[in-house]
């Protein structure tokens, strides 16, 4: 291999400019020992909006033709290392671009490695992560999802230790004394930053995965029409309005096939149907219509259609009726109406412990008070930048506040 | 948190090395010609342009006016007055935004206004969507602006800096619209080399149009209505300035590798092995990429292929390229745009090169191929695809006259 094709795989705004570091970071790395290197995202995605999953790339090579090679293209066609900077990804990629659902280590070579930054063990990844029909190794850093986005930064140093694991993964093309010469030259480099790349060099941990290991879910997809199959004057048929949900009572409009929203949330609401006074103020706030009224007069949310905002948990005016919890909690998109009414005490437990996980609760991305930032930055770095920090409560991870 | 280190500074009258894309090259190259007014208005993919502009600005690296307009209509209309008192100008859009300021990029031309555009190429609406195609610079291409595409971050700062010095020239006045694919080239950082300014201040002279400046000291009167007794005089003076641009164009050339030591020996059109090549393939822009390793591919395998890739389109390299096209037994155009109803339903450079062709000596077939629309990437397969069909009719001498939509769902 005389090239090195690595991409990151991040949230759209939450982690724009962390990916921007990342692929400039490993370009300029290489470039100590004289590599060629191109940095550049992925065009069809849309990183100027919020969680939607979105690509950049890094490819550095010996020579410009062996570069040349990896150029003008959209995506390359396969990555020696995908970096996932929050595991709610390991879900699949569906960026807006209406593709289907795209598995996270779909363009993995065969003996390639998926880097993942994770609080989570390997084993919690791989329920969500698709099998896939070549072994690969995953590299694993301990650190929640990093906000490093379009408007706030947090320094963090996820970026510098992803360097440095790298340059534990792919020695031949980024020495790790090259990527702490870049980290130091980089105008948001420090001392300090070299520092927390050794470390994450040091501490990298690894683990081959299987071909029997991982979600076996066939993720969706479907096939594009050719020319003059599809429709004329740039139209599209209608998603069809749907049905009354059981004896007219109810009702389910149909959602767009194309586009699922699988991956773009990092959290999804939980409904306490016991509780719900039917006062359709989520059915009405909703922006993307999630909510299906039932038969009984509740609300269903949707899992086929919901990005998880969490507006339906702010305006919902009853205590722990919808409380938005982690997305890594979840296996399916099941109905949780259909749930709760085939065993209501299974659902009670069930619901409990989903709301109940403080960790689970609290936002993932974006910061709630003016110091926060600073409070988690120092917790982090005091402890080599692996505690989980508080987060952000959500409405419903303290009290709800009206 | 205090940076403690910065990249390294080089020596006085170094180039410096900077991992950019081609739309941060181009405000590398605003900065170096120290532009004086730059007027802007967001859209994908040229307002990577703008952004990086408005860095510059506020970072202190470039004392320019920096205009936001209310649309790009206002965009150039006001870079077009600041050109007319003798400032240093730099505008630029993508897609339908470049089609929303048609009736004043209409007028620069028979003004003589020597603005610097940069067209993100974009695909026009409808849909909606931002991948490349050139047809938006192309509504253009009748008017009088001259034209050219890069297909590199290096092109990109050396072309802009090369532009003004062309543009402005005393002998041209005319504005030139650099074309740069949106993604491929906009959006993608390389390695590029940024000189220091004094090699360009060698270079690029002072902007000065001399008796055509509005100033109290010089009183004149611009764009006065005129009837049929004036009009087409008017068009005749810049059918000559046009002309006159392929002279001092080649002389910008030659000056830019005496100073930069670097840039093309040709300015027109790269060649890429086509001195002994039996298919001549044509593109314009990134798709140079592919096309180049394909080639690579192909000579491996004892194909002898070849690519021209077209820089200049305005003015059009008419003899040297019939020179260079004539050597081949079939020449491939692949257009990233699209011309609707013309000669053989072929994109808008195979016309042009048919048309520069019909009197020629030697005219070998010509196949046309439109591809990459919208964004789509053009693959190592279409350009196999292409040249495998421009070898059969370099074996029978004949071409087909239909034109191959490569990468299309069919």
Request: proline share 5%; with cysteine; charged share 25%.
């Given at each position: 291999m005389s090239a090195l094709i690595c991409e990151v795989v991040y949230r759209g705004i939450f982690q724009k400019n962390l990916a921007a570091r990342i692929t400039r970071g490993i370009v300029l790395s290489s470039r100590k020992a004289g590599r060629w290197g191109i940095a550049f995202g992925?065009?069809?995605?849309?990183?100027?909006?919020?969680?939607i999953p979105a690509k950049d790339f890094a490819i550095v090579a010996d020579t410009k033709e062996e570069l040349e090679q990896n150029m003008?293209?959209?995506?390359?066609?396969?990555?020696?290392v995908t970096i996932c900077?929050?595991?709610?990804l390991a879900k699949g990629v569906e960026s807006w671009a209406w593709y289907g659902l795209q598995p996270?280590?779909?363009?993995?070579?065969?003996?390639g490695t998926l880097l993942v930054t994770s609080i989570q063990p390997v084993e919690g990844i791989l329920r969500d992560i698709h099998k896939k029909e070549s072994p690969y190794t995953m590299a694993l850093i301990?650190?929640?999802?990093?906000?490093?986005g379009l408007w706030v930064y947090?320094?963090?140093h996820t970026e510098v230790r992803i360097l440095g694991a790298l340059a534990k993964i792919a020695p031949a093309f980024l020495t790790l004394d090259a990527v702490c010469q870049a980290i130091k030259e980089?105008?948001?480099?420090s001392d300090l930053k070299v520092a927390s790349a050794r470390k994450a060099y040091e501490r990298l941990e690894t683990r081959e995965i299987k071909i029997?290991?991982?979600?076996p879910e066939v993720p969706y997809s479907f096939e594009m029409p050719k020319w003059w199959e599809m429709r004329e004057g740039v139209s599209i048929p209608a998603i069809p309005i749907g049905k009354p949900k059981e004896g007219g009572q109810g009702y389910v409009p149909e959602r767009n096939p194309y586009f699922k929203k699988f991956t773009t949330r990092t959290m999804r609401p939980v409904v306490d149907f016991e509780t719900c006074?039917?006062?359709?103020l989520c059915w009405i706030a909703c922006p993307d219509s999630v909510f299906d009224v039932m038969p009984d007069g509740t609300f269903d949310a949707n899992m086929?259609?919901?990005?998880?905002?969490?507006v339906c948990e702010a305006v919902c005016?009853?205590?722990?009726?919808i409380t938005m919890v982690n997305?890594?909690?979840?296996e399916d998109n099941a109905s949780q109406w259909e749930m709760w009414r085939k065993d209501k005490a299974a659902y009670k437990t069930w619901l409990g412990a989903k709301i109940g996980n403080k960790k689970a609760t609290v936002?993932?991305?974006?910061?709630?008070?003016?110091g926060q930032y600073e409070q988690e930055l120092k917790a982090d770095l005091d402890v080599g930048g692996v505690e989980i920090t508080a987060g952000i409560p959500g409405e419903n991870a303290e009290h709800k506040t009206i | 948190m205090t940076p403690t280190a910065t990249q390294t500074a080089p020596a006085v009258g170094e180039d410096k090395e900077l991992l950019i894309s081609g739309s941060e090259a181009v405000a590398e190259a605003l900065v170096l010609a120290d532009i004086d007014v730059v007027t802007a208005y967001p859209i994908r993919p040229y307002d990577t342009v703008m952004q990086a502009i408005a860095k510059k600005i506020a970072n202190g690296q470039l004392v320019a006016e920096y205009i936001v307009a209310e649309g790009e209509h206002s965009q150039f209309e006001i870079v077009k007055h600041a050109s007319m008192v003798n400032a240093r100008v730099f505008c630029g859009s993508s897609g339908v935004g470049w089609a929303y300021a048609m009736e004043c990029l209409v007028v620069t031309p028979p003004l003589r206004v020597p603005m610097l555009a940069l067209v993100g190429n974009r695909a026009l609406d409808d849909p909606g969507a931002f991948g490349v195609e050139h047809n938006d610079a192309l509504?253009?291409?009748?008017?009088?602006w001259m034209l050219c595409w890069i297909d590199t971050s290096q092109e990109a700062l050396d072309t802009t800096l090369i532009g003004y010095r062309v543009a402005e020239d005393r002998r041209i006045l005319l504005p030139l619209a650099i074309s740069a694919d949106g993604a491929f080239l906009t959006h993608s950082q390389a390695l590029t080399m940024v000189p220091p300014k004094s090699k360009v201040e060698k270079f690029l002279p002072r902007y000065d149009r001399g008796d055509l400046q509005l100033h109290p000291d010089n009183p004149i009167t611009v764009a006065p209505q005129a009837n049929e007794d004036w009009v087409i005089e008017i068009r005749r003076q810049n059918d000559e300035a046009m002309k006159r641009a392929s002279t001092v164009i080649e002389e910008a050339y030659a000056d830019f590798r005496r100073v930069?030591?670097?840039?093309?020996?040709?300015?027109w059109f790269e060649e890429y092995m086509?001195?002994?090549?039996d298919v001549i393939l044509v593109g314009m822009g990134t798709i140079s990429l592919p096309i180049k390793v394909g080639i690579r591919n192909m000579r491996a395998k004892g194909k002898k292929v070849g690519l021209v890739r077209l820089?200049?389109?305005?003015?059009?390299?008419t003899d040297r390229l019939v020179a260079a096209l004539s050597r081949a037994k079939a020449i491939g155009v692949i257009d990233r745009d699209y011309s609707f109803g013309s000669p053989f339903y072929s994109g808008v450079v195979a016309n042009e090169i048919r048309a520069a062709m019909y009197n020629a000596e030697k005219r070998p077939p010509l196949l046309s191929f439109i591809s990459g629309?919208?964004?789509?990437e053009v693959t190592l397969e279409d350009v196999y695809k292409a040249t495998d069909l421009c070898f059969t009719a370099a074996n029978s001498g004949k071409a087909d006259a239909k034109t191959h939509w490569l990468g299309v769902r069919e």
């Amino acid at each position: 291999m005389s090239a090195l094709i690595c991409e990151v795989v991040y949230r759209g705004i939450f982690q724009k400019n962390l990916a921007a570091r990342i692929t400039r970071g490993i370009v300029l790395s290489s470039r100590k020992a004289g590599r060629w290197g191109i940095a550049f995202g992925r065009y069809g995605d849309s990183p100027q909006r919020n969680g939607i999953p979105a690509k950049d790339f890094a490819i550095v090579a010996d020579t410009k033709e062996e570069l040349e090679q990896n150029m003008a293209r959209y995506e390359p066609k396969h990555v020696d290392v995908t970096i996932c900077v929050d595991d709610t990804l390991a879900k699949g990629v569906e960026s807006w671009a209406w593709y289907g659902l795209q598995p996270l280590n779909r363009l993995i070579v065969p003996g390639g490695t998926l880097l993942v930054t994770s609080i989570q063990p390997v084993e919690g990844i791989l329920r969500d992560i698709h099998k896939k029909e070549s072994p690969y190794t995953m590299a694993l850093i301990r650190a929640k999802a990093s906000f490093s986005g379009l408007w706030v930064y947090k320094e963090d140093h996820t970026e510098v230790r992803i360097l440095g694991a790298l340059a534990k993964i792919a020695p031949a093309f980024l020495t790790l004394d090259a990527v702490c010469q870049a980290i130091k030259e980089s105008e948001w480099g420090s001392d300090l930053k070299v520092a927390s790349a050794r470390k994450a060099y040091e501490r990298l941990e690894t683990r081959e995965i299987k071909i029997t290991e991982g979600n076996p879910e066939v993720p969706y997809s479907f096939e594009m029409p050719k020319w003059w199959e599809m429709r004329e004057g740039v139209s599209i048929p209608a998603i069809p309005i749907g049905k009354p949900k059981e004896g007219g009572q109810g009702y389910v409009p149909e959602r767009n096939p194309y586009f699922k929203k699988f991956t773009t949330r990092t959290m999804r609401p939980v409904v306490d149907f016991e509780t719900c006074v039917k006062c359709n103020l989520c059915w009405i706030a909703c922006p993307d219509s999630v909510f299906d009224v039932m038969p009984d007069g509740t609300f269903d949310a949707n899992m086929e259609a919901c990005c998880g905002c969490g507006v339906c948990e702010a305006v919902c005016p009853v205590e722990h009726c919808i409380t938005m919890v982690n997305e890594a909690e979840f296996e399916d998109n099941a109905s949780q109406w259909e749930m709760w009414r085939k065993d209501k005490a299974a659902y009670k437990t069930w619901l409990g412990a989903k709301i109940g996980n403080k960790k689970a609760t609290v936002r993932s991305h974006g910061f709630r008070f003016r110091g926060q930032y600073e409070q988690e930055l120092k917790a982090d770095l005091d402890v080599g930048g692996v505690e989980i920090t508080a987060g952000i409560p959500g409405e419903n991870a303290e009290h709800k506040t009206i | 948190m205090t940076p403690t280190a910065t990249q390294t500074a080089p020596a006085v009258g170094e180039d410096k090395e900077l991992l950019i894309s081609g739309s941060e090259a181009v405000a590398e190259a605003l900065v170096l010609a120290d532009i004086d007014v730059v007027t802007a208005y967001p859209i994908r993919p040229y307002d990577t342009v703008m952004q990086a502009i408005a860095k510059k600005i506020a970072n202190g690296q470039l004392v320019a006016e920096y205009i936001v307009a209310e649309g790009e209509h206002s965009q150039f209309e006001i870079v077009k007055h600041a050109s007319m008192v003798n400032a240093r100008v730099f505008c630029g859009s993508s897609g339908v935004g470049w089609a929303y300021a048609m009736e004043c990029l209409v007028v620069t031309p028979p003004l003589r206004v020597p603005m610097l555009a940069l067209v993100g190429n974009r695909a026009l609406d409808d849909p909606g969507a931002f991948g490349v195609e050139h047809n938006d610079a192309l509504f253009v291409r009748d008017l009088g602006w001259m034209l050219c595409w890069i297909d590199t971050s290096q092109e990109a700062l050396d072309t802009t800096l090369i532009g003004y010095r062309v543009a402005e020239d005393r002998r041209i006045l005319l504005p030139l619209a650099i074309s740069a694919d949106g993604a491929f080239l906009t959006h993608s950082q390389a390695l590029t080399m940024v000189p220091p300014k004094s090699k360009v201040e060698k270079f690029l002279p002072r902007y000065d149009r001399g008796d055509l400046q509005l100033h109290p000291d010089n009183p004149i009167t611009v764009a006065p209505q005129a009837n049929e007794d004036w009009v087409i005089e008017i068009r005749r003076q810049n059918d000559e300035a046009m002309k006159r641009a392929s002279t001092v164009i080649e002389e910008a050339y030659a000056d830019f590798r005496r100073v930069f030591g670097r840039g093309p020996e040709n300015p027109w059109f790269e060649e890429y092995m086509t001195e002994d090549a039996d298919v001549i393939l044509v593109g314009m822009g990134t798709i140079s990429l592919p096309i180049k390793v394909g080639i690579r591919n192909m000579r491996a395998k004892g194909k002898k292929v070849g690519l021209v890739r077209l820089r200049w389109f305005r003015p059009f390299p008419t003899d040297r390229l019939v020179a260079a096209l004539s050597r081949a037994k079939a020449i491939g155009v692949i257009d990233r745009d699209y011309s609707f109803g013309s000669p053989f339903y072929s994109g808008v450079v195979a016309n042009e090169i048919r048309a520069a062709m019909y009197n020629a000596e030697k005219r070998p077939p010509l196949l046309s191929f439109i591809s990459g629309l919208g964004g789509r990437e053009v693959t190592l397969e279409d350009v196999y695809k292409a040249t495998d069909l421009c070898f059969t009719a370099a074996n029978s001498g004949k071409a087909d006259a239909k034109t191959h939509w490569l990468g299309v769902r069919e």
